[in-house]
């Protein structure tokens, strides 16, 4: 089968291997669509201390499946799936209390083990939902990314809460889209690329550059101020910023991981009571939640969105680290 092999920093080849071997409790699936991520391409460009190479990446994933293990009456060839990337014991003190994604012993589809930038994979039964038959997979592929924006709203998130986003790339745009659905007040987001600030703006958010930040604050938040940050980037720009403009109280969550080390005035963030959170991943339960709002439609991808063949995977992963691709977001596509 063809695969997109992680060799080493700026070196990702499309390869001809064997296919997946099935094990006991598996499933084989036909890859239909998966997502380039963010944090791929940190490790494509050898920033990630987590992906050792050789490897075949993709986390972000729905697929078909290709044969009906046995014993499994409710699964059938061709059954569209989408896949929680997520592997957690179930066993463990953070599992037990409902904190799978810091399980103990957790591994990641595309991390740990074998991923979906091929065109089979193969997952736990227990990882896969299926999905409505006439779903596009480029859409059901967004379930993981979308995940992680709810995951991030629900640790500090209160309805009607003001909110600021740092960043409007894919996970800016999709918790910007999650936070409307689940009835945020005024949002407002901002980015140094002003090309990408034309989605939210799209989707009924205010809008800032950095420069402009500080005036678009007091605009849009008035005297109620901001109640709720969600750092999408990660840099230390970003979370000076984010520290300097949050109420008395109120929560800024950490999704970026841009940088690893960043100075803080801390003195503030204790004076002035502010809760800082980081967020890593979602839970089974948020993994659903966002299925669900992508079968309801709920989430906008027009123009930010491209879709590729899977054999273009190795130029795609250069463009998006060169910024020369005219999308933010890039699904791969078997077809």
Not at 78 to 98: A, E, F, Q
Not at 112 to 120: K, L, Y
Not at 292 to 313: A, N, S, Y
Request: charged share 20%.
């Amino acid at each position: 089968m063809k695969a997109l092999v992680y060799e080493g920093p700026h070196n990702l080849t499309l390869q001809i291997i064997d296919m997946p071997e099935v094990q006991a409790g598996e499933v084989l699936l036909k890859v239909e669509a998966v997502g380039i991520c963010g944090s791929e391409l940190e490790g494509y460009l050898g920033h990630s201390s987590i992906r050792t190479p050789p490897l075949i990446m993709g986390h972000e994933f729905c697929g078909r499946v290709a044969e009906t293990p046995p014993g499994h009456s409710t699964l059938n060839k061709g059954d569209l799936v989408v896949v929680n990337p997520l592997l957690s014991c179930g066993k463990c003190d953070r599992c037990l209390l409902g904190q799978p994604n810091v399980c103990r012993s957790r591994a990641i589809v595309g991390i740990h083990r074998p991923g979906a930038f091929a065109q089979f994979v193969a997952v736990p039964i227990s990882s896969i939902t299926k999905l409505p038959s006439g779903m596009k997979p480029e859409i059901a592929s967004l379930a993981e990314p979308l995940a992680v924006c709810i995951h991030a709203l629900k640790l500090a998130y209160r309805p009607f809460d003001n909110l600021l986003i740092f960043g409007a790339g894919p996970i800016g745009l999709l918790t910007m889209q999650a936070a409307k659905q689940m009835g945020a007040g005024a949002i407002l987001v901002t980015d140094k690329q002003p090309q990408r600030l034309v989605y939210p703006a799209r989707y009924g958010a205010h809008i800032a550059l950095p420069e402009q930040l500080d005036k678009e604050v007091s605009e849009t938040f008035g005297h109620k101020g901001i109640d709720l940050i969600i750092d999408c980037v990660g840099i230390q720009g970003t979370r000076h910023s984010a520290l300097s403009l949050i109420n008395s109280g109120g929560t800024i969550v950490m999704v970026g991981l841009g940088q690893d080390e960043t100075t803080l005035p801390l003195n503030h963030l204790v004076r002035q009571e502010v809760t800082l959170k980081g967020a890593y991943t979602y839970t089974d339960e948020d993994f659903n939640h966002a299925v669900q709002l992508l079968v309801e439609g709920c989430i906008q991808t027009e123009e930010w969105m491209g879709l590729k063949d899977l054999e273009e995977g190795p130029e795609q992963f250069k463009a998006l680290c060169d910024q020369r691709s005219e999308y933010s977001k890039i699904v791969l596509m078997n077809r």
